[in-house]
């Protein structure tokens, strides 16, 4: 089953300099990066949106808690119907691997590498349904 995403301009925490598109599971994934850079509450229409990672780096976070909260999330997105994260911190970043399922049995994993300053997609893997 074939489901249009949409598509959107390129980028996490601000629009790409090139003004490039992404479509179909690469939306999904750049809007959970976004929910992951975002201040909790301070997104007018979904005060859900948002946990902002780069608040954690040099902190002593929980890295289960992370997880769990990472998860949330991405399932808050409602093209999500699962999702499973992984969570690596030192001092000065952080590494989140995360596995998404999709609406339409397809699904994704990406790494985002987390930094006082953003939150950026480093790897970025589609898997079609069956």
């Known amino acids: ?8 301009i390129a980028g996490v925490d601000d ?11 690469r939306v999904v994934a750049e809007a959970i990066a976004s929910r992951l850079g975002n201040v909790a ?5 979904d005060p859900s949106n948002g946990y902002d990672l780069t608040l ?3 902190s002593t976070a929980d890295t289960a808690e992370v997880q769990r909260k990472v ?3 991405a399932k808050a997105d409602p093209r999500v119907t ?11 970043t952080m590494t989140v691997s995360l596995q ?3 609406s339409n049995g397809s699904s994704f994993s990406m790494v ?3 930094s006082a300053a953003r939150v950026a997609i480093t790897e970025f893997n589609f898997q079609e349904a069956a």
């Open 1 to 8: 089953m074939t489901i249009d995403y949409g598509s959107d």
């Open 15 to 25: 629009v790409d300099a090139a003004l490039s598109f992404v479509d179909g599971a």
């Open 41 to 45: 509450g301070t997104t007018e229409d």
């Open 56 to 58: 954690l780096i040099g």
């Open 71 to 73: 998860v949330a999330q």
């Open 82 to 92: 699962s999702a499973t994260a992984s969570v690596t911190m030192n001092s000065s």
């Open 100 to 102: 998404v399922g999709l």
């Open 112 to 114: 985002l590498d987390v």
